[in-house]
T-cell receptor, first 111, second 116 residues
Framework: GEDVEQSLFLSVREGDSSVINCTYT??????LYWYKQEPGAGLQLLTY?????DMKQDQRLTVLLNKKDKHLSLRIADTQTGDSAIYFC???????????FGSGTRLSIRP | DTGVSQDPRHKITKRGQNVTFRCDPI?????LYWYRQTLGQGPEFLTY????????KSRLLSDRFSAERPKGSFSTLEIQRTEQGDSAMYLC??????????????FGPGTRLTVT
């Protein structure tokens, strides 16, 4: 079946790197996404990666995909207080269809 | 382009009443999606349209729920005979597949429904 799992919480010190992990069950993924949700706000698309890629970098964000282990990660370099939010991993299994979301990882930043 | 908009942002209704939500997608986006998000969970897919055609519906979409996109632009989601379990954030997203914008779904701010 289609399932996406994430750890619920992550706490990092300001300036350190944050790594948020995600696993999924169905190997027929096409696109994999990371969304950010701040309190009271909508979902913001941060980045996405095609299933035939291993890595994608965009400024402070690095996405790594291990298709063999069905594992996706998001690394945020030099984490800032403004990065505090819930981060959702999401997977699309067929073209232009529904996205399956994980339950989200709440990232908190300590001084 | 102002992004995906949803109206209303908040709705409080009594159990048993009908409610209708509206979503205006990003212009030129031909695909429109509805999701539902409950507290502490990620969004769950409800249904999606390509132009005016409703192509997929989740099992979550009971017969009390109906969605329309009559002219392939805005969409409405109606819930009849609301129940307390319908309380959630209802999210709309749109996308325009093809080229560099392939399959990126952009979300609106959501409509928060509270059923009392």
């Amino acid at each position: 079946g289609e399932d996406v799992e994430q750890s619920l919480f992550l706490s990092v010190r300001e300036g350190d790197s944050s790594v948020i992990n995600c696993t999924y069950t169905d190997s027929s993924s096409t696109y994999l996404y990371w969304y950010k949700q701040e309190p009271g706000a909508g979902l913001q698309l941060l980045t996405y990666i095609f299933s035939n890629m291993d890595m994608k970098q965009d400024q402070r964000l690095t996405v790594l995909l291990n298709k063999k282990d069905k594992h996706l990660s998001l690394r945020i370099a030099d984490t800032q207080t403004g990065d505090s939010a819930i981060y959702f991993c999401a997977v699309m299994y067929s073209s232009a269809s529904k996205i399956i979301f994980g339950s989200g990882t709440r990232l908190s930043i300590r001084p | 382009d102002t992004g995906v908009s949803q109206d209303p942002r908040h709705k409080i209704t009594k159990r048993g009443q009908n409610v209708t939500f509206r979503c205006d997608p990003i212009s030129e986006h031909n695909r429109l999606y509805w999701y539902r998000q409950t507290l502490g969970q990620g969004p769950e897919f409800l249904t999606y349209f390509q132009n005016e055609a409703q192509l997929e519906k989740s099992r979550l979409l009971s017969d009390r729920f109906s969605a329309e996109r009559p002219k392939g632009s805005f969409s409405t989601l109606e819930i009849q005979r609301t129940e307390q379990g319908d309380s959630a954030m209802y999210l709309c997203a749109s996308s325009f597949p093809g080229g560099s914008g392939s399959y990126e779904q952009y979300f609106g701010p959501g409509t928060r429904l509270t059923v009392t």
